[in-house]
């Protein structure tokens, strides 16, 4: 008989997680039943299909502490960031033409920004300490009369790292100056209350949070103050004029049940996580030349994500394959032969850089898979240090 390959355990949930079979449930009607058009007003099916979209829209702004009416859906998270910061860039010029972001934002802050700096807009790109926190005081020192935007994420895609929002936010507001923050990896994670926060702007999406591909929101603040943004996408006039475009209901509906879970679960299932995680770091750190990248407490519960000395980090992550699926970094990069730019920010060598593992425990992993890939991973670790140095010998 055929061997049957057995999948690997999935500890790649940073990069994107499994649709909850609860969330595929809300969608499922709106692809067959509830099939209208948000935008058809004349009839039954358009109404229909409104109507779940502002229920879904409640729902997303309720666990930011938003109103329903700052919501603006969006493809994902990337296309959020870029509408935030090109949008404020280009609807507050004449105010002034800084930014300000940080050497370990996703690419999707990032290139906007440079994109901008093309255009003749300057940008402030800010170190971190060697934990991955921003140091507040550099941020102060950096606003000026001209700054019109701040973009800090929330949580790090690589190394989880939670900056502290609540913190900028104030710096922000009493300079007068926008904040914007990459939640994609945040939310249903930690708490995010845009109103204590002073967040003006927040990036949201769905499939970091057991929801569909595709699906996405920006929070875009409506008083104290009111903000601008100039759409990046023209078209039918959708949301509210700030991005044209049919909207999907099957998947903004299931962008808000899986929202919904999140939160219920958020506050068990963080301290299931982070017990997880420290199980996973308990068993790895009795090797020597195991580092710890990021701060050891300020990050995401299911975050883990470590620097392995004397080892080719290629061949660790093939050598592991078949038994854990996981990445080196950011999703979206893990096809570039690059150091992450995230670990060489922390001071991280190019060789540690290369040699790290991204571990991003989720809502369907167990202790067993956990003991299981520790094993597997201080197994192959030691063996790939034994061949290294049988070769040199």
């Known amino acids: 008989m055929p061997k049957v390959l057995t999948r690997p355990i999935y500890l790649d949930n940073h990069a994107t997680t499994p649709v909850d079979p609860a969330v595929m449930a809300a969608m499922l009607p709106f692809f067959t039943e509830h099939f209208g058009n948000p935008g058809s007003v004349t009839h039954f099916y358009g109404w229909e299909a409104e109507a779940a ?41 004449s105010q002034g033409k800084h930014l300000i972001t940080v050497a370990t934002e996703h690419n999707a802050v990032l290139d906007p920004c440079y994109y901008l700096k093309s255009l003749g807009f300057e940008i402030t790109l800010l170190p971190v300490q060697p934990d991955g926190l921003l140091d507040l ?18 949580a790090n895609n690589e190394i989880g790292v939670l900056q502290p929002l609540a913190e900028i936010g104030a710096l922000c507001h009493q300079r007068g100056v926008l904040f914007h923050t990459d939640a994609a990896q945040a939310i249903g994670k930690i708490p995010l209350d845009v109103q204590a926060m002073q967040i003006d702007l927040l990036s949201l999406t769905a499939h970091k949070v ?78 020597e030349g195991i580092y710890l990248n990021g701060h050891l407490s300020q990050r995401l519960p299911g975050n883990l994500n470590i620097s392995v000395e004397g080892v080719d980090g290629q061949a660790l992550l093939l050598a592991l394959q078949p038994v854990v699926a996981l990445s080196s970094g950011a999703a979206c990069s893990s096809a570039k032969i690059a150091p992450s ?37 201080i197994a192959t670790i030691q063996s790939l240090r034994a061949k290294t140095l049988s070769s040199q010998a």
């Open 53 to 93: 979209v502002q229920q879904a829209r409640a729902t997303i702004a309720a666990a930011i502490h938003a109103e329903p009416e700052e919501i603006i859906f969006t493809s994902g998270a990337t296309e959020a960031n870029n509408l935030a910061i090109k949008g404020v860039a280009e609807a507050y010029f």
């Open 137 to 154: 005081a550099v941020l102060e020192a950096a606003l000026r009369p001209d700054t019109v935007l701040v973009s800090v994420m929330a």
């Open 210 to 287: 057991y929801g569909p591909k595709g699906i996405g929101a920006l929070y875009v603040r409506r008083r104290q103050p009111r903000v601008q943004i100039a759409a990046q996408l023209h078209g039918g006039g959708q949301e509210r004029g700030m991005r044209s475009g049919t909207l999907a209901p099957p998947q903004i509906v299931g962008f808000a049940r899986a929202v919904e879970l999140a939160i219920a679960q958020l506050p068990d299932e963080s301290l299931r996580l982070a017990a997880l995680r420290d199980r996973l770091w308990q068993k790895l750190s009795a090797l």
């Open 341 to 377: 730019h995230v670990l060489t920010a922390l001071g991280r060598s190019e060789a540690l850089a290369y040699a790290s593992l991204r571990f991003g425990i989720g809502r369907f992993n167990t202790a067993a898979e956990i003991d299981q890939v520790a094993a597997e991973a």
